[in-house]
Structures are given as structure tokens and as C-alpha cells.
């Protein structure tokens, strides 16, 4: 189904702004007058005049400055207000469109703002994303824990400053975005193999992309999302300090191979809207 979206705003219960309104708005900037904005936007220089009267006597700042007369009809720009009011109304268009594809892609949770913001509009370089809500906040001096709850109520825990804690405004039941970039991540066969504190989530191995210095592993976890880790490939010229590490790794995984991945509560990045 193709929706049309038509934004309008009112004010004093009288259309402030509409398409046809922003689209004169758009055409006077490119071409400096209403004469010839009007022109290009497909409406009489007297309708043009008329919505801008409007638009300025319901505006808590005007939206446009003038010189009338003079051939072409004298000249005409944007006051700071009125490039504002442009940008807010692109940004309303895009928010609006988001909701509609959200609407028809059943896949998309509708339970909240910030998992259609991150569908539609968040675009980040970390791989591995995951919903959750703050179930408890654990500080001490400067820093401490968050502990976040997926859907299906698996834990998982992150570390983070006091004062991004408050910048964030986390409290309990907060929806965050939890993020982890795949080189964070290892994975095990062996439990028993993971470093105390860290984050572990279980799975099936559904297919591996080998290069020459990393292997992308593809993990479908037991709660039902899937996970990308990013492995570096055994080398040769391995220091007896990194042994254990380089083992660990060498692992060569196979599609259908139960792993456990594991990451260090402070490689989660957190993010929210306001």
C-alpha cells in the first residue's frame, strides 16, 4: 500500500504550514523573490503573499523579509526562523515516513520509538544490536554496572561512567539500545573457558565468511536475534603470552557448531533517545 504523507501544522487552530506552504517557503530562498518563488512553487503571487502574511502573523518570529516593489516584485529571504522552520518540517517528513514503513513491515516492533528509529533511521558501524530495558543500575564512586533485560529476559550487563549514566537519563525500565561491535566478541565451545564478568550468549553457528586475516561468524542465538563476531585467523608467530588467546580462537567453526559468545561488559555501548 503506498500512503501519501501530507504534514501540515496549526496554530491558533489556523494552517501554519502545509506542503504547498513549504514548498513556496523552499522556492523564494532559491530564487529570491516571491514573484518568481511563487512562480516556480505553481501558485499566484496574491495566494504566495497571502500564506506568507499568515505563516508570519502566527509565528512567534517572522519567516520571511521583503522589499515589495520594483520589477520582479522586489526581493525576498529566509529569516533565521524560517531556514529553521524548513529543516524541523524536513525532519517531521522523515519521521513521519519512518512510522508509515514501520506500519507495513510486520517484522518491526511497534512496542516502542526507539526500536522504529533504530530500524528505519539509526545507522551505526557496530554490527551486533540489541532492545533492552534498564533492570537495575549498580554505581560506586564514578563508575559502575547497568544491568539491561532483553525480551526474553536474559541479562546482560554493561559498564559505564556516572556521568554518562545521568547524561542518558538511565533509570529502571529505560529502553537502550545495546551495542557491540563483532571484533569484541569471542566465541567457545567451553563454558568453562569464559573470563569471569563476562556477557555469555549461546547459539548455532548458521555460517562463517572466511578472509585472509578475519573469519565473520554468523551466531543465531538461543533468544532467537542473531550475533556477528568477528575472529582473527591463527598465525604462525604466536608469543607465549597470547598462547591461551590464539587456541582459543583457532577454533575453525563450522555451520551448525553450538558456541557460546562472550563479550566484556565494557564493550556494550549504550545509546537512547532523550
Avoid at 128 to 155: E, I, M, P, R, W
Amino acid at each position: 500500500m503506498d500512503l501519501e504523507i501530507l504534514l501540515s501544522l496549526h496554530s491558533q487552530q489556523q494552517l501554519f504550514v502545509n506542503p504547498r506552504r513549504i514548498r513556496l517557503l523552499e522556492q523564494i530562498r532559491k530564487h529570491g523573490s516571491i514573484s518568481q518563488g511563487a512562480k516556480a512553487a505553481g501558485i499566484s503571487y496574491k495566494s504566495a503573499w497571502d500564506a506568507i502574511k499568515d505563516m508570519n502573523t502566527l509565528a512567534e518570529h517572522p519567516v520571511l523579509s521583503s522589499e515589495t516593489g520594483g520589477k520582479g516584485g522586489g526581493g525576498a529571504a529566509l529569516t533565521p526562523y524560517g531556514e529553521r522552520l524548513l529543516k524541523i518540517y524536513g525532519l517531521l517528513t522523515q519521521i513521519e515516513r519512518m512510522a508509515v514503513n514501520a506500519l507495513q513491515d510486520e517484522s518491526t516492533s511497534l512496542d516502542s520509538l526507539l526500536s522504529v528509529v533504530a530500524r528505519f533511521s539509526l545507522q551505526t558501524s557496530a554490527r551486533n544490536q540489541f532492545f533492552a530495558k534498564v533492570s537495575a543500575l549498580d554505581f560506586n564512586d564514578l563508575s559502575g554496572k547497568v544491568c539491561l533485560t532483553l525480551h526474553d529476559d536474559t541479562y546482560l550487563y554493561a559498564d559505564i561512567t556516572a556521568a554518562s549514566c545521568a547524561r542518558l537519563g538511565l533509570e529502571a525500565e529505560k529502553e537502550v539500545l545495546a551495542l557491540i561491535k563483532a571484533p569484541w566478541i569471542s566465541l567457545t565451545k567451553d563454558p568453562l573457558q569464559v573470563p569471569k564478568g563476562d556477557n555469555v550468549l549461546a547459539g548455532i553457528i548458521s555460517e562463517v565468511l572466511v578472509g585472509e586475516e578475519f573469519d565473520e561468524v554468523l551466531l543465531q542465538l538461543e533468544i532467537g536475534e542473531a550475533l556477528c563476531a568477528q575472529l582473527p585467523r591463527h598465525s604462525e608467530q604466536t608469543t607465549a603470552k597470547n598462547q591461551a588467546t590464539a587456541n582459543h580462537q583457532s577454533i575453525i567453526w563450522q555451520p551448525g557448531d553450538f558456541a557460546y559468545a562472550h563479550f566484556s561488559p565494557a564493550q556494550i555501548i549504550l545509546a537512547t533517545l532523550g
